[in-house]
T-cell receptor, first 116, second 112 residues
Framework: DARVTQTPRDKVTEMGQEVTMRCQPI?????VFWYRQTMMQGLELLAY????????DSGMPKDRFSAEMPDATLATLKIQPSEPRDSAVYFC??????????????FGPGTRLTVL | DAKTTQPTSMDCAEGRAANLPCNHS???????VYWYRQIHSQGPQYIIH???NNETNEMASLIITEDRKSSTLILPHATLRDTAVYYC?????????????FGGGTRLMVKP
């Protein structure tokens, strides 16, 4: 049963600290998405990758957020320095693009980030 | 992608059919209707999608009106585990990044 995995599941940190969230997409998937969910804003797309190349990160605050895919099995989202307004649940999703079929997104369980 | 409008919340009795409406009056010819749901504390989950024909799978049925300006997701026999936020999303099937834009969704509460 292939699943997207995310670590850590919960993270509590203090303002100013660096936070790194990791995602392992489903093996063979070539697109990876990062979303952020808050009560106020709902689900927002932060960035997405296709074949490890960033296609769009316009939803991400550039001064403090960065997203990378060091290899096909790992995507990372970093916040440095973190701020209380970054408190949210961060979801990673993966999918398979370009196969001609519908490319549904498979979501991970999320990382709940609390910045004090 | 076309904008969608959904009721904020709905209730349904356990065992009864849950009918969740979605308006997408500005949908264009190459745009599909997708439904995802998010159970509390979990990531969203794909349910079903369609272009203009009605669709059915093991989870739900999707009814799209002939003019494609609205659709209804039907859960034929709702259970307590179907309590979730249901998102109706309209997008072109082959947009470059397969992006999804989530709106507010409908919070479905299935009651005993």
């Amino acid at each position: 049963d292939a699943r997207v995995t995310q670590t850590p599941r919960d993270k509590v940190t203090e303002m100013g600290q660096e936070v790194t969230m990791r995602c392992q997409p489903i093996l063979g998937h070539n697109t990876v998405f990062w979303y952020r969910q808050t009560m106020m804003q709902g689900l927002e797309l932060l960035a997405y990758f296709r074949n490890r190349a960033p296609l769009d990160d316009s939803g991400m605050p550039k001064d403090r957020f960065s997203a990378e895919m060091p290899d096909a099995t790992l995507a990372t989202l970093k916040i440095q320095p973190s701020e209380p307004r970054d408190s949210a649940v961060y979801f990673c999703a993966s999918g398979l693009a370009g196969t001609g079929g519908y490319n549904e997104q498979f979501f991970g369980p999320g990382t709940r980030l609390t910045v004090l | 992608d076309a904008k969608t409008t959904q009721p904020t919340s709905m209730d349904c009795a356990e065992g009864r059919a849950a009918n969740l409406p979605c308006n997408h009056s500005t949908i264009s010819g190459n745009e599909y209707v997708y439904w995802y749901r998010q159970i509390h504390s979990q990531g969203p989950q794909y349910i079903i999608h369609g272009l203009k024909n009605n669709e059915t799978n093991e989870m739900a049925s999707l009814i799209i009106t002939e003019d494609r300006k609205s659709s209804t997701l039907i859960l034929p026999h709702a259970t307590l585990r179907d309590t979730a936020v249901y998102y109706c999303i309209v997008r072109a099937r082959y947009n470059a990044g397969n992006m999804l834009t989530f709106g507010g969704g409908t919070r479905l509460m299935v009651k005993p």
